[in-house]
């Protein structure tokens, strides 16, 4: 099991960069995957970024070219390093686990950080 934080939310005008935390409760260097996705009001929860234990990096179209997703193992964090925002990235981003043993994932969600951007 491991539980998550996430972190670094807020508000920010059009343009603007934020960067997005979250902390594991344990090492994430066996950690199979981290995601980060986003769920606006009245929308399904979409992904934006994953990264593997070995730094493979996937974006969604949306956010390529302006978000960056990376883990530092030492601190068991993982960011998501966001640039030239846009008012259609406001929503609640989320922070996911992937834990593969045999062959059953296990999936651990953080609670969630707001991020609203201003036009």
């Known amino acids: 099991q491991v539980q998550l934080v996430e972190s670094g939310g807020g508000l920010v005008q059009a343009g603007g960069s934020l960067i997005l935390s979250c902390a594991a409760s344990?090492?994430?260097?066996?950690?199979?995957?981290m995601d980060w996705y986003r769920q606006a009001p009245g929308n399904q929860r979409d992904l934006v970024a994953t990264?593997?234990?070995?730094?493979?990096?996937n974006y969604a179209d949306s956010v390529k070219g302006r978000f960056t997703i990376s883990r530092d193992n030492a601190k068991n964090t993982v960011y998501l390093k966001m640039n030239r925002l846009k008012p259609e990235d406001t929503a609640a981003y989320y922070c996911k686990a992937v834990i593969v043993r045999a062959t059953i994932s296990y999936n651990y969600w953080g609670q969630g950080t707001q991020v609203t951007v201003s036009s």
């Open positions: 344990r090492s994430i260097f066996s950690i199979n995957r």
């Open positions: 990264i593997t234990s070995c730094g493979s990096t």
